[in-house]
């Protein structure tokens, strides 16, 4: 079945550490995002990638790193740097920008 | 600026009553207005893309409509599993090809 596949689906992070969450997509669609959504609240963009080896900065992109080696999969890292990291991340591909966009299941991120 | 607003924040509604939600935007060349539907702890479900003023779409209860300034959902005869958070979202007029979504409409529909 095609889809896109977050990983993991929950994930703990000690202050002052990286971590990085997976996003793996077999429905061949060359654009993919990161989306952050907090509690009660729309999603807002971290990083958004329209082709291999090429992304652009979100609204939010602070405290965030990406990579984008192969078309398939598209890592999101969150930096000590991100002073608030717990929320629920979202990645979602699409044919184009202006195309629906399809989502993974999210990670959520908790800081302890 | 361009921005999406979605009203009301929450609704919650009995079983069989029939409401609608709004999305309005302020997009100056709009490329598509899309409907999600979220259940919690989930990633949001791809219901209708309108495209056009007067444009409208059709799924088991749910009805999008689309004007130039806003689109509205509406939900005939609701069932508790209707239950979730709608979410619309449109292309900024920025040459960003990337959706900005609304802060969603939680809808509680109680049997």
């Known amino acids: 079945d095609g889809g896109i596949t977050q990983s993991p689906k929950y994930l703990f992070r000690k202050e002052g550490q990286n971590v990085t969450l997976s996003c793996e997509q077999n429905?061949?669609?060359?654009?993919m995002y990161w989306y952050r959504q907090d509690p009660g609240q729309g999603l807002r963009l971290i990083y958004y990638?329209?082709?291999?080896?090429?992304?652009q900065k979100g609204d939010i992109a602070e405290g965030y790193s990406v990579s984008r080696e192969k078309k398939e999969s598209f890592p999101l890292t969150v930096t000590s740097a991100q002073k608030n990291p717990t929320a629920f991340y979202l990645c979602?591909?699409?044919?184009?920008?202006?195309?629906?966009?399809?989502f993974g299941q999210g990670t959520r991120l908790t800081v302890v | 600026e361009d921005q999406v607003t979605q009203s009301p924040e929450a609704l919650r509604l009995q079983e069989g009553e029939s409401s609608s939600l709004n999305c309005s935007y302020t997009v100056s060349g709009l490329r598509g207005l899309f409907w999600y539907r979220q259940d919690p702890g989930k990633g949001p479900e791809f219901l209708f893309t309108l495209y056009s003023a007067g444009e409208e779409k059709e799924k088991e209860r749910l009805k999008a409509t689309l004007t130039k300034k806003e689109s509205f959902l509406h939900i005939t005869a609701p069932k508790p599993e209707d239950s979730a958070t709608y979410l619309c979202a449109v292309p900024l007029d920025t040459g960003r090809r990337a959706l900005t979504f609304g802060s969603g409409t939680r809808l509680q529909v109680q049997p």
């Open positions: 990638s329209q082709i291999v080896n090429d992304f």
């Open positions: 979602a591909s699409t044919t184009t920008g202006d195309t629906e966009a399809f």
């Open positions: 429905l061949n669609h060359d654009a």
